[in-house]
Every structure is written in C-alpha cells, then in structure tokens.
Nanobody
Framework: QVQLVESGGGLVQPGGSLRLSCAAS????????MGWYRQAPGKEREFVAT???????NDADSVKGRFTISSDNAKNTVYLQMNSLTPEDTAIYYC?????????WGKGTLVTVSS
C-alpha cells in the first residue's frame, strides 16, 4: 500500500506561482512512478506530469515551460512547481503513484487561479 498526501494548493492571481507537495509513504516498490494529474470543474481528470524513481520526467504540452516536477527521495516527496498560472489551470490537483502507472491516489489539493 502507498499513502499520498498533497499540500500547497490555494488561491493565486493570474501570472503567479505555487508549489505543490506530495508526501509519500508505504511500499517504495509500488511508487516507481509518481506524478500529478488535475481535474477542472466539469472535466475529466487529465495528466500533468510524472517522474520516475530514476528521475525521468514527462509533462503535458499544456504545462511545458511553466510547470516543473521534481522529487526529493530522502524526504519521499514529489513537488510540482507551477509558474505563470492562468485561470485555465484552476483544478483539483491529485498526486498519484504506482509501479508503472498510477495505482494509488491522494485526496487532492485545490488550486484556484483568479484575480
């Protein structure tokens, strides 16, 4: 089993920045891949970014150049640095983990981009 707890969401103005954190615990072999997905109101959950235990990252075209995923293995924590936020980034952001894809999910943290 893997437990994931997100933090760092909140209200930010357009053009602002936020850093999300995801603290992981449990079976380390079940979190070879960790990442972030988001779900905006009335829309399906969508991929944002992932990072493997080896440090390989992948991110969605919609966030390239603005969002950066990183990890601190010593702290068992994955981060999502979000810059140049727009209202279209408003969503609940979920942290996921799994041996290959997302098998485990956190409860999510709300990010609202509004003036």
């Amino acid at each position: 089993q893997v437990q994931l707890v997100e933090s760092g969401g909140g209200l930010v103005q357009p053009g602002g920045s936020l850093r999300l954190s995801c603290a992981a615990s449990g079976n380390i072999f079940s979190r070879n891949v960790m990442g972030w997905y988001r779900q905006a109101p009335g829309k399906e959950r969508e991929f944002v970014a992932t990072i493997t235990s080896g440090g390989t990252t992948n991110d969605a075209d919609s966030v390239k150049g603005r969002f950066t995923i990183s990890s601190d293995n010593a702290k068992n924590t994955v981060y999502l640095q979000m810059n140049s936020l727009t209202p279209e980034d408003t969503a609940i952001y979920y942290c996921g983990a799994g041996p290959y894809g997302m098998s485990y999910w956190g409860k999510g943290t709300l990010v609202t981009v509004s003036s």
